[in-house]
């Protein structure tokens, strides 16, 4: 009797024991014994009715106590853990937004330092004076921020006979900018960056300049995408700016092997060197006709006056030649008179012409007034001077001067003289050059005299 008390006692803890304490899977196997149990005492011999009823509704009453005896005791600890489950997903969730806010504030600093790197370089291409110096301080930001493999510039000066083909085209690529950047020396070795277009940027300057409009393989939603000719075999993206002055192209901007990823910021940047390199070019304008004359060509006398007073002391200085050729038109007034000012002022600029065409361009060339011109010699002595002189004299004498419908010689009276012991002085020197342009007069005209301060040769 004790024996079958203590077995069920034991059944009946291992039950409550078991859906109480216990997993699942625990439970379920429990069960399902206390099934198999009941279904082998309903069928087995000798078994009391009444006893397997007890023990069937018994089992049933403890697990289900045990079932809601769990609940109850686990409620609290339940609710807590449904708790901390939100509040954990809600820190996660909170976690997944500062992770996602801080990305964007990378992104946000990492296009602040751009945009402060790409102003740096703004103010830097503002301070050039010269086009090819912007143009290399524009290649260097495209080394430091964006991808590229080479960045070329055509200029076009428009008063030769193709206006289409550039007078220079200068090329840079990311090797030029390996090591430590030093503008100067770009500067100092401009020729070295000079370069003949290959066919494939001769037909991107075609289509610029049918166009008239800027021309990119990059941007795909760019109506002017377009490819007008592939001609190497490792095709690059390119694009391709037009830079224009009073409504003329003087200059076309390339940039090959450049991606989609940077193209909005190097459009920006490339606007920008636009923007400067016409301003630049303006500038260069604006100041070529403070100093010119508009008429000729050649310096004005004042610019002129300046460039002599500044040779004059560094040849002094350094003990160097400095000679001194002052040119007179012969009978330029019988032309004026004969032929009218029209005829007069051709005769002028051609002859201005060919005064530039005898002289180093290390020379300068200056309308002193009127008919007259002054030559000034860089670092030459006597002998060469008076050779220059002479072979200028001989080139107007040949010249055949068409002024629309006249064909005209005319000649030169040209006063020469040298820096030296006798003649320092500004004033002196050219009063010397004067000296012999009067005797050259007096002696018959169409002649070279030269003038040392004492006497006339």
């Not at 003329?248 to 092997?257: A, D, E, N, P, Y």
């Not at 004359?293 to 040849?315: C, I, K, N, P, Q």
């Given at each position: 009797?004790?024996?079958?008390?203590?077995?069920?006692?034991?059944?009946?803890?291992?039950?409550?024991?078991?859906?109480?304490?216990?997993?699942?899977?625990?439970?379920?196997?429990?069960?399902c014994l206390m099934v198999l149990g009941a279904a082998l005492a309903l069928f087995g011999k000798a078994v009391?009715?009444?006893?397997?009823?007890?023990?069937?509704?018994?089992?049933?009453?403890?697990?289900?106590?045990?079932?809601?005896?769990?609940?109850?005791?686990?409620?609290?600890?339940?609710?807590?853990?449904?708790?901390?489950?939100?509040?954990?997903?809600?820190?996660?969730?909170?976690?997944?937004?500062?992770?996602?806010?801080?990305?964007?504030?990378?992104?946000?600093?990492?296009?602040?330092?751009?945009?402060?790197?790409?102003?740096?370089?703004?103010?830097?291409?503002?301070?050039?004076?010269?086009?090819?110096?912007?143009?290399?301080?524009?290649?260097?930001?495209?080394?430091?921020?964006?991808?590229f493999s080479a960045v070329t510039a055509a200029f076009f000066d428009g008063e030769s006979l193709n206006p289409?083909?550039?007078?220079?085209?200068?090329?840079?690529?990311?090797?030029?900018?390996?090591?430590?950047?030093?503008?100067?020396?770009?500067?100092?070795?401009?020729?070295?960056?000079?370069?003949?277009?290959?066919?494939?940027?001769?037909?991107?300057?075609?289509?610029?300049?049918?166009?008239?409009?800027?021309?990119?393989?990059?941007?795909?939603?760019?109506?002017?995408?377009?490819?007008?000719?592939?001609?190497?075999?490792?095709?690059?993206?390119?694009?391709?700016?037009?830079?224009?002055?009073?409504?003329?192209?003087?200059?076309?901007?390339?940039?090959?092997?450049?991606?989609?990823?940077?193209?909005?910021?190097?459009?920006?940047?490339?606007?920008?060197?636009?923007?400067?390199?016409?301003?630049?070019?303006?500038?260069?304008?604006?100041?070529?006709?403070?100093?010119?004359?508009?008429?000729?060509?050649?310096?004005?006398?004042?610019?002129?006056?300046?460039?002599?007073?500044?040779?004059?002391?560094?040849?002094?200085?350094?003990?160097?030649?400095?000679?001194?050729?002052?040119?007179?038109?012969?009978?330029?007034?019988?032309?004026?008179?004969?032929?009218?000012?029209?005829?007069?002022?051709?005769?002028?600029?051609?002859?201005?012409?060919?005064?530039?065409?005898?002289?180093?361009?290390?020379?300068?060339?200056?309308?002193?007034?009127?008919?007259?011109?002054?030559?000034?010699?860089?670092?030459?002595?006597?002998?060469?001077?008076?050779?220059?002189?002479?072979?200028?004299?001989?080139?107007?004498?040949?010249?055949?001067?068409?002024?629309?419908?006249?064909?005209?010689?005319?000649?030169?009276?040209?006063?020469?003289?040298?820096?030296?012991?006798?003649?320092?002085?500004?004033?002196?020197?050219?009063?010397?050059?004067?000296?012999?342009?009067?005797?050259?007069?007096?002696?018959?005209?169409?002649?070279?005299?030269?003038?040392?301060?004492?006497?006339?040769?």
């Amino acid at each position: 009797m004790w024996k079958y008390l203590t077995a069920n006692a034991a059944v009946f803890f291992i039950i409550f024991s078991v859906h109480l304490f216990g997993r699942r899977p625990a439970q379920i196997g429990v069960l399902c014994l206390m099934v198999l149990g009941a279904a082998l005492a309903l069928f087995g011999k000798a078994v009391d009715p009444f006893a397997w009823f007890f023990y069937t509704v018994f089992s049933m009453v403890i697990f289900l106590g045990a079932f809601q005896f769990r609940r109850w005791s686990l409620a609290e600890s339940i609710a807590m853990d449904e708790e901390l489950d939100q509040y954990t997903r809600k820190v996660k969730s909170a976690e997944a937004v500062l992770e996602e806010k801080k990305e964007e504030a990378d992104e946000i600093r990492r296009r602040a330092n751009a945009i402060a790197h790409l102003y740096e370089t703004i103010q830097e291409i503002s301070k050039s004076l010269d086009s090819f110096e912007a143009f290399v301080v524009f290649g260097q930001a495209l080394y430091n921020h964006f991808e590229f493999s080479a960045v070329t510039a055509a200029f076009f000066d428009g008063e030769s006979l193709n206006p289409r083909e550039p007078s220079e085209v200068f090329r840079l690529a990311p090797p030029d900018f390996s090591g430590v950047f030093d503008k100067t020396a770009f500067l100092k070795d401009k020729e070295k960056y000079k370069i003949v277009p290959a066919a494939f940027e001769r037909k991107i300057f075609e289509a610029v300049f049918k166009d008239q409009r800027p021309l990119n393989t990059v941007d795909p939603m760019s109506d002017t995408t377009r490819s007008p000719i592939r001609l190497w075999p490792d095709f690059k993206p390119f694009a391709a700016y037009p830079i224009f002055i009073e409504g003329r192209i003087f200059s076309i901007l390339v940039l090959s092997g450049v991606t989609e990823e940077h193209f909005q910021a190097l459009s920006i940047l490339s606007q920008r060197l636009i923007s400067e390199m016409q301003r630049i070019r303006l500038y260069q304008k604006i100041q070529t006709l403070a100093i010119t004359d508009g008429l000729t060509g050649v310096s004005v006398r004042r610019y002129w006056m300046e460039r002599f007073e500044g040779e004059l002391a560094r040849s002094r200085k350094l003990r160097l030649k400095l000679s001194l050729l002052m040119i007179d038109i012969d009978n330029f007034k019988k032309f004026n008179d004969l032929y009218g000012h029209l005829v007069g002022d051709a005769v002028l600029k051609q002859v201005a012409d060919t005064l530039k065409k005898n002289i180093r361009e290390i020379d300068l060339v200056g309308r002193y007034g009127g008919e007259e011109f002054a030559v000034l010699l860089i670092e030459t002595d006597e002998s060469v001077a008076f050779f220059v002189a002479e072979r200028i004299r001989r080139a107007v004498q040949e010249r055949i001067i068409r002024a629309y419908d006249e064909n005209l010689q005319v000649t030169l009276s040209i006063g020469c003289t040298t820096l030296s012991n006798a003649l320092k002085d500004a004033t002196v020197l050219i009063d010397a050059a004067d000296a012999g342009l009067y005797q050259a007069k007096r002696e018959g005209k169409n002649r070279v005299c030269f003038h040392t301060g004492l006497s006339t040769l």
